[in-house]
């Protein structure tokens, strides 16, 4: 089994820095692209920024110059610097990861969710 768990977020005035990061712990095979997304009241789940298992990354025209996401491949972590936060930032992140688990002689590739993390920025 598979588990994903978020540390970090929390509230933030505007312009002030935050970071959130991700621990994949269980029966991890391999873990190829990481990622980053968040959900505001109302809205639909939207990519903040991702990174492939070769250190490629890719990021929201909004989040652009203000995030970076990195990832610890030894330690099956992700993380996601974010400065100059604006209130439009405000948002339940959560973390992403495709991760291949073995099962017998195959390796089995899935989508796998931390539990979310509410990041709040005030004016």
């Known amino acids: 089994q598979v588990q994903l768990v978020e540390s970090g977020g929390g509230l933030v005035q505007a312009g002030g820095s935050l970071s959130v990061s991700c621990a994949a712990s269980?029966?991890?095979?391999?873990?190829?692209?990481m990622g980053w997304y968040r959900q505001a009241p109302g809205n639909q789940r939207e990519l903040v920024a991702a990174?492939?298992?070769?250190?490629?990354?890719n990021y929201a025209d909004s989040v652009k110059g203000r995030f970076t996401i990195s990832r610890d491949n030894g330690k099956n972590m992700v993380y996601l610097r974010m400065n100059s936060l604006k209130p439009e930032d405000t948002a339940v992140y959560y973390c992403?990861?495709?991760?291949?688990?073995?099962?017998?002689?195959?390796?089995?590739?899935?989508?796998?969710w931390g539990q979310g993390t509410q990041v709040t920025v005030s004016s």
């Open positions: 990174i492939t298992s070769g250190g490629s990354t």
């Open positions: 269980g029966s991890i095979f391999s873990i190829n692209a």
């Open positions: 992403n990861m495709r991760i291949g688990t073995a099962q017998g002689m195959l390796v089995r590739t899935g989508d796998y």
